[in-house]
């Protein structure tokens, strides 16, 4: 094999390396995970939605035969409230969830008691059994609603959040146009095919507490129970297994994963815990839920001179792991792709009792791009511009970028790094035919069809830093293992660093076994979340094969009698590159013989370090930023206000994809979550706090038919000059856009501009539209 048979990984769509076990029933699930004499948790949970705990009643389910305990908060006193991912924030430490509620309820489905029993029809009946007498107190369901009191001293406005730049007031007051609007988005959340599911295991004679199950943040995990249970960090071994769908909702730490910890260890007994899908539909994160008063300055042609924005963020009962996460970044997010010069946002961040809320797939930017886009086509029909003109009259241009804007995001300052927002838009209009679909749209309009088409542009956010670290080795047999401290979600992780380790390897892929997840393999780790896998985890990958392969090339070059730089690695062989002649003792030499010559026995090694071995370390100071435009074409059954999407478009600059099928797959599977949150999917109250979706014959989720295949034009034009590979995150790409590209459409259709306020679209919001219209 010679230099120019050597292939080239990225950018190629391989088969996946996960998906042997997962197609052949030989995945490792939460439910598949099971230990000898261990016993199953079952969780009693408020049926109110606020009140006071006057009496628990354990009597009855402890003497059931089969119970091993029953726990209450009284039980457990030691064990703090479930803590802070980033850790202690003292201005919002009241608002933690117990683990087990203490004196008050806060929500229908707060955990008061935990059952543990031999199995799981035991601890279910058991759990009946447990009487809770509560003193019912009024519940809190609006947001915008005044601040009541959530415990002595603390209001249920939790925080105020406040990022803007410039003069604002001074802008408006210049302004030749200004424009208002109220608009908000419904609660909905991430709804898994695997609900959530944890076991605790107490290794007693290596002093080991072992959490196993779904884990995006494996060793925040470790360093939150460490900190909870006073216990030093090595001492937790977090595992993840497989996982059937995480979409930033699932792999955090909950209270049950707390629980069966904290059982594992008093009882000296593995506990396992798996939730049914009403407990996922009460108690699982929700998310999305703000109502936004927003309005825009704006000069006589357009150009936007000022925004601001005040909204209500509805985070639920309790604040958990991720604090103040979604209401900070919407705040720094929302101008988008737009040359804002003046600008101000203020979040209400407030505590209701509804199921506490968290992030779901592109937390902040699904309801900022509906927000900010809704009020670009308000502002287009006001001043009567067409709604392209409008954009492109404000995006920041491509010799703006590196563009800063004076915000933050998940604590770093927004900068984008690189793109060309028009450009790509264009692109995606004449992918879709723009100026034949809306002739024939205007032709099935005056034939009295209701259908229309809609708009979207966005900027992602994706690569959260600042660090990551992968460690890489080689061994005797040539095979490649790579150890990271990232997750796998489904997103296809390990192939994605099998081919940029195999790439900066010179070898095939498919010797590359990737490891991840496992808190005991490696001390550093950021998990898969803020779509920050493919961005940091595979820099540092291809930062650490490189170091390899430098150690592999010094050795090969003395065996060879060549300089490193006339040598190549193709196909697991080290070899002269084209046209370097010189002295040698062989054609080639592999990998696995390099290996075998710095194994800790070989007097080849020499002063060297034992083992063909390294680290690769990716530290940046800014995350980088892709973008994308949505189109969508609708039509509206008068009848029965139903939306049919009959065509959808995505155009999104990835700046260089590792795997392009990988990348659209993460479109594709954004795209069908985004349209079950704009016109199907709503976690609803009543007046008491009940939740009216806990069954899916409530919880409406889109199904194929309704979900028609999105065309996609993928691009890699503009690559993130801020890491070695220049690329950068697609996990939430397709999602981002939809409510707002739905929205603008079915306005379109209905042929009243602005009509569309709220999230989801459901039939009966919009027949009362269609009851105005007429």
């Not at 305990?69 to 479930?82: E, F, G, L």
């Not at 988008?336 to 003046?342: D, E, I, L, Q, T």
């Not at 016109?679 to 609803?684: A, I, P, Q, R, S």
Request: glycine share 10%; net charge neutral; proline share 6%.
């Amino acid at each position: 094999m010679t230099a120019a048979q050597k292939a080239s990984f990225i950018g190629q769509s391989v088969t996946r390396l996960e998906d042997p076990p997962l197609v052949t029933g030989r995945g490792q699930f939460a439910g598949d995970i099971n230990f000898p004499h261990q016993l199953t948790m079952r969780i009693v949970r408020s049926a109110h939605a606020h009140g006071r705990i006057v009496r628990i009643d354990i009597g009855s389910a402890r003497e059931l035969p089969g119970v091993f305990a029953v726990w209450t908060a009284a039980d457990i006193a030691d064990v703090p409230p479930v803590d802070f991912r980033e850790g202690s924030i003292p201005a919002l430490a009241p608002y933690r969830q117990p683990v087990l509620a203490q004196s008050h309820v806060r929500y229908v489905g707060d955990p008061v008691a935990a059952v543990f029993a031999a199995d799981a029809y035991i601890a279910e009946d058991a759990a009946d059994l447990v009487a809770v007498e509560i003193e019912e107190l009024p519940p809190l369901m609006d947001a915008q609603a005044a601040p009541a009191e959530f415990a002595p001293g603390h209001s249920t406005e939790a925080a105020v959040i406040r990022q803007g730049y410039g003069d604002v007031d001074a802008a408006f007051s210049t302004a030749a146009h200004t424009v208002e609007l109220d608009l908000s988005i419904g609660r909905h959340s991430g709804v898994p095919l695997e609900t959530r599911g944890a076991i605790g295991r107490y290794d007693a004679a290596r002093g080991i507490l072992e959490l196993h199950g779904a884990a995006k943040v494996p060793h925040r995990n470790q360093e939150l129970l460490a900190r909870m249970l006073k216990l030093p960090p090595s001492s937790i071994h977090v595992h993840e297994s497989h996982v059937g769908g995480g979409f930033g909702i699932r792999g955090e730490l909950y209270p049950e994963d707390v629980l069966v910890c904290v059982a594992a260890q008093r009882f000296n007994r593995p506990v396992k815990w798996i939730e049914d899908r009403r407990e996922h539909l009460l108690a699982a994160n929700q998310s999305r839920e703000q109502m936004h008063k927003i309005r825009a300055a704006l000069d006589a042609n357009g150009v936007i001179l000022a925004i601001d924005d005040r909204y209500f963020h509805d985070q639920g009962a309790y604040v958990r792991t991720h604090a103040a996460r979604v209401v900070h970044m919407t705040a720094g997010i929302l101008p988008g792709p737009y040359r804002v010069p003046a600008y101000r946002a203020i979040g209400h961040f407030r505590l209701t009792n509804k199921t506490p809320a968290a992030t779901y797939r592109a937390p902040g930017r699904y309801e900022t791009t509906f927000v900010r886009e809704r009020l670009l086509d308000a502002i287009a029909h006001k001043l009567d511009i067409d709604r392209i003109e409008l954009r492109r009259r404000n995006a920041i241009a491509p010799d703006q970028m590196p563009y800063p804007r004076p915000l933050e995001a998940l604590g770093e300052e927004i900068q984008y790094d690189s793109g060309d927002y028009t450009g790509l838009l264009d692109k995606l209009l004449d992918k879709a035919g723009w100026q034949a679909l809306n002739a024939a749209i205007k032709k099935r309009k005056a034939a009295g069809e209701l259908v229309g088409i809609g708009l979207s542009m966005f900027v992602e956010k994706s690569g959260l830093g600042p660090t990551d670290g992968v460690k890489i080795s080689i061994d005797t047999s040539g095979m490649v293992e790579v150890i990271t401290g990232g997750a796998s979600l489904g997103q296809g992780f390990e192939t994605v660093m099998a081919q940029v380790a195999a790439d900066a390897l010179g070898v095939d892929y498919r010797r590359c076994r990737v490891i991840h997840g496992q808190t005991d393999r490696i001390a550093f780790g950021v998990g898969a979340h803020a779509s920050r896998a493919t961005v940091m985890t595979a820099s540092a990958t291809h930062v650490a094969a490189l170091n390899v392969r430098r150690k592999a090339l010094a050795l090969a070059a003395e065996l060879l009698q060549a300089s490193p730089e006339a040598l190549d690695i193709v196909a697991g062989e080290i070899v002269r590159k084209a046209g370097k002649p010189g002295p040698k003792t062989g054609p080639s030499i592999s990998l696995a013989a390099i290996a075998q010559n710095l194994s800790p026995t070989s007097k080849v090694r020499g002063e060297r370090e034992p083992g063909l071995a390294a680290e690769g370390w990716f530290t940046t100071a800014h995350q980088v930023y892709p973008y994308g435009s949505h189109i969508a074409l609708v039509r509206i059954d008068p009848e029965t206000g139903g939306v049919a999407i009959e065509r959808y478009w995505i155009a999104y600059d990835i700046g260089r994809a590792i795997n392009p099928a990988l990348v659209r797959g993460q479109i594709v599977g954004g795209y069908a979550q985004g349209v079950g949150g704009a016109l199907f999917e709503e976690f609803t109250y009543n007046e008491r706090g009940d939740p009216l979706a806990v069954t899916f014959a409530d919880y409406l989720l889109p199904a194929l038919h309704e979900i028609p295949a999105p065309d996609v034009l993928l691009e890699q034009e503009y690559t993130s000059p801020l890491n070695p590979l220049g690329i950068k995150g697609a996990g939430e790409s397709g999602i981002t856009a939809v409510g707002a590209t739905i929205a603008s459409a079915i306005d379109d259709a209905i042929g009243m501009p602005g009509a569309v306020r709220q999230l989801p679209i459901t039939p009966q919001r919009l027949k009362q539209l269609l009851r105005k219209r007429r």
